[in-house]
């Protein structure tokens, strides 16, 4: 079974910019999760979906930030324009209720992003 | 609001030995799941093992134990007979409510095998 998907891995921008992350979450995965990882900290969750709908974005900065995730299924999420401090890893996850320990949430491999 | 509290920034630990990585958690919420994760240089993170607040036992998983004491908040996760793969970085995290809501993270704490 595949499992999360990311992409890009890597991206380097100077500070305004914008930039966007692409998620392909577990199959069936009807929950997904973006998480900042700011190096040494851990994660902090942005936005949860529950299908295309919102569940939760009380920690998404949504003056820059935002988040989609269409159909159900791949999610999107954009920083329009970026700033110094959102040089982080950006995790997606997804959980199943049917798979795994109970809503076990499954990581992807993360985008580093650098901001200049 | 939910925080979670790792208080060892770093650890050096001789290979075969046991070592325990400290957590402790705060909710008001009476039902709430634990979980550990490893997160190895490449980046990556790993679901270790979870113990819910309702659990009898203490979850196990292979080398893993998750030694949890509801009375004072705490989760620490053993690991048995530690092996030099075992060097990465270690997570708590709390989920509070019984759905799929998101986690909650501590700083994690830097684990390091010596051989």
């Known amino acids: 079974e595949a499992g999360v998907a990311q992409s890009p891995r890597y991206k380097i921008i100077e500070k305004r910019q914008s930039v966007a992350f692409w998620c392909n979450p577990i199959s069936g995965h009807a929950t997904l999760y973006w998480y900042q990882q700011i190096l040494g900290q851990g994660p902090k969750l942005l936005i949860q979906f529950q299908n295309n709908g919102v569940v939760d974005d009380s920690q998404l900065p949504k003056d820059r930030f935002s988040a989609e995730r269409l159909k159900g299924v791949d999610s999107t999420l954009k920083i329009q324009p970026a700033k110094l401090e959102d040089s982080a890893v950006y995790l997606c996850?997804?959980?199943?209720?049917?798979?795994?320990?109970?809503?076990?949430?499954?990581f992807g491999p993360g985008t580093r992003l650098t901001v200049t | 609001a939910q925080k979670i509290t790792q208080t060892q920034p770093g650890m050096f630990v001789q290979e075969k030995e046991a070592v325990t990585l400290d957590c402790t958690y705060d909710t008001s919420d009476p039902s709430y799941g634990l979980f550990w994760y490893k997160q190895p240089s490449s980046g990556e993170m790993i679901f270790l093992i979870y113990q819910g607040s309702y659990d009898q036992q203490n979850a196990t998983e292979g080398r893993y134990s998750l030694n949890f004491q509801k009375a004072r908040k705490s989760a620490n996760l053993v690991i048995s007979a530690s092996q030099l793969g075992d060097s990465a970085m270690y997570f708590c995290?709390?989920?509070?409510?019984?759905?799929?809501?998101?986690?909650?993270f501590g700083k994690g704490t830097h684990l390091i095998i010596q051989p």
């Open positions: 995290a709390m989920r509070v409510g019984g759905g799929a809501d998101g986690l909650t």
């Open positions: 996850a997804s959980s199943s209720v049917e798979q795994g320990t109970p809503y076990e949430q499954y």
